[in-house]
């Protein structure tokens, strides 16, 4: 069976909401951040190198990073369900949000947060992290006009992916600035599967993280 080891306020949540819309059976292995460094915790290194979140078995095999973990289920577990079909033109813009979440748009925002750590160095880099948070919410604003999700205007599991980047952008900047992200936003928490993953999980706050 999939096991998620699941770090507490983390990108792990979007995968328990992953499996919960498909419908596929997994386990939770709960790990706490350490208190302090708010790091997670060693023994998680023990399942992956890297000791981050999220981070799946599934049998012998370990599975790390977000995208990688949401392709790896869809396709081994997902019986064809929130993804488009692999020959259509669908499919790539799919595959775009898949690496766009964490490739491109996560970085400003982790920036951002890091900022109350950094005191006067903070300075020369703020207008530059703005400009790309700017950038890259004002995109994802633009290509939810008219739709209600990411790709053809389906639900998929590029939603979920980039449902992390949306979450943390109102903890950033006034995501009010970005309605179509905010509505976005508001949809996706309504889905049955995501209030799901959030009772299997536990308190999911990104602040506290
Ligand atoms: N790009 C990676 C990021 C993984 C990552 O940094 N996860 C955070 C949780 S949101 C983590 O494990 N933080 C604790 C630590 O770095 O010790 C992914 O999407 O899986």
Do not use: C
């Amino acid at each position: 069976m999939l096991v998620v080891h699941h770090l507490s306020h983390s990108r792990s949540q979007r995968i328990l909401w992953l499996l919960e819309e498909l419908g596929v059976p997994y386990r939770v292995r709960f790990y706490e951040r350490e208190a302090r460094s708010h790091l997670a915790p060693e023994e998680l290194k023990a399942v992956h190198p890297l000791g981050k979140s999220p981070v799946i078995t599934d049998g012998s095999r370990a599975v790390a990073e977000s995208g990688a973990i949401i392709d790896y289920i869809v396709r081994r577990h997902g019986n064809g369900q929130l993804a488009p079909s692999p020959d259509s033109w669908l499919y790539d813009q799919y595959m775009q949000w898949l690496h766009y979440a964490e490739g491109s748009a996560a970085l400003p925002l982790v920036m951002k947060g890091l900022s109350s750590h950094l005191g006067d160095m903070w300075r020369p880099l703020k207008r530059r992290v703005d400009t790309e948070l700017d950038t890259h919410l004002g995109y994802i604003n633009q290509s939810l006009e008219e739709r209600d999700y990411l790709v053809g205007n389906a639900f998929s599991a590029a939603d979920v992916q980039m449902s992390f980047i949306g979450e943390l952008a109102a903890l950033r900047t006034d995501r009010s600035r970005f309605p179509n992200l905010e509505g976005w936003v508001r949809r996706f928490q309504r889905r049955p599967a995501y209030q799901a993953a959030i009772r299997r999980g536990g308190p999911y706050d990104l602040g506290s993280g």
